[in-house]
Nanobody
């Protein structure tokens, strides 16, 4: 399973971006898909998670501004980010919890950089 994140870039404070994470390869079943972010010098933290049944969980720091969604048919997750703030600047990574008959494994993408600056 390979994950490709896209949609990052430079945006002014108050602006919006939509990140996409597409899973490709030999896919049996993907349960949760998640977005994490890591700012320079800081640890990677969970931003949002969505299950295969579309149950979501959003970090308190972005609740009300970020929305996670998913297209199960396309094995793609999205992160809609509104009202962006400078403190949202980070590299955003997606992960997928892949389940097969032999077990389960988490996969990670390489990340996409989001910079919020005027």
């Amino acid at each position: 399973v390979q994950l490709q994140a896209s949609g990052g870039g430079l945006v002014q404070p108050g602006g919006s971006l939509r990140l996409s994470c597409a899973a490709t390869g030999t896919i049996f079943r993907i349960n949760a898909m998640s977005w994490y972010r890591q700012a320079p010098g800081e640890q990677r933290v969970l931003v949002a998670t969505i299950t295969s049944s579309n149950t979501t969980a959003i970090a308190a720091s972005v609740k009300g501004r970020f929305t996670i969604s998913r297209d199960n048919a396309e094995n793609t997750a999205y992160l809609q980010m509104n009202s962006l703030r400078p403190e949202d600047t980070a590299r955003y990574y997606c992960s997928a919890h892949h389940v097969t008959l032999d077990g389960q494994k988490d996969y990670w993408g390489k990340g996409t950089l989001v910079t919020v600056s005027s």
